[in-house]
């Protein structure tokens, strides 16, 4: 029975974070994700929904996303990520950055994890097979210093004047 109990529950976990054959409502993801995840999710729907609002004034959403309480939660190190992306040309331009502005600009494309996954190729196949999702990684945890993993939700936004986008922010997971 307890052996049962074990396989549903990482049953639960791994439809949770978007893999498998199967999905889960909106209803059953809120009672497996952590608070934290769930409040990661709320600031992705958040900041998805201003810049749909405001997405012919970037350099004012890189501001709000940065400085707006709506967008970050400083307690448990989540903010708020941005790429325009374009599988055909190889782009994923950082839009947005909740905590690191200098990479605004920079094209991510080919930036490799440190285990050498292509995270921006993953994120974008993710966003456009299914719009939004869940996605683990190593990264480097900038308010510890440390390779750390690293849960992010992402969704897919088509701005008003055809580019697209996706939106993240991750929860860092305790190794």
Request: hydrophobic share 45%; proline share 4%.
């Amino acid at each position: 029975m307890a052996k049962m109990n074990y396989l549903a529950k990482w049953l639960l976990v791994f439809l949770a974070i978007g893999f498998g054959p199967f999905s889960t409502s909106m209803a059953q993801e809120s009672e497996i994700l952590s608070p934290v995840a769930q409040k990661a999710r709320a600031i992705v729907e958040a900041a998805c929904d201003y810049i749909g609002a405001h997405s012919n004034d970037m350099p004012a959403v890189q501001h709000v996303l940065r400085n707006n309480p709506r967008f970050f939660d400083r307690k448990n190190a989540l903010y708020v990520f941005v790429h325009r992306y374009d599988a055909a040309r190889k782009e994923a331009i950082v839009c947005a950055h909740g905590i690191r502005p200098e990479l605004i600009g920079k094209n991510m494309w080919n930036l490799r994890t440190p285990n050498g996954r292509l995270l921006f190729h993953e994120i974008a196949r993710l966003v456009e097979k299914d719009g939004e999702g869940w996605i683990e990684y190593d990264w480097l945890n900038p308010f510890a210093d440390r390779l750390q993993t690293k849960l992010s939700y992402v969704k897919r936004v088509l701005l008003g004047d055809g580019r697209k986008i996706w939106v993240g922010c991750g929860l860092w997971k305790e190794n």
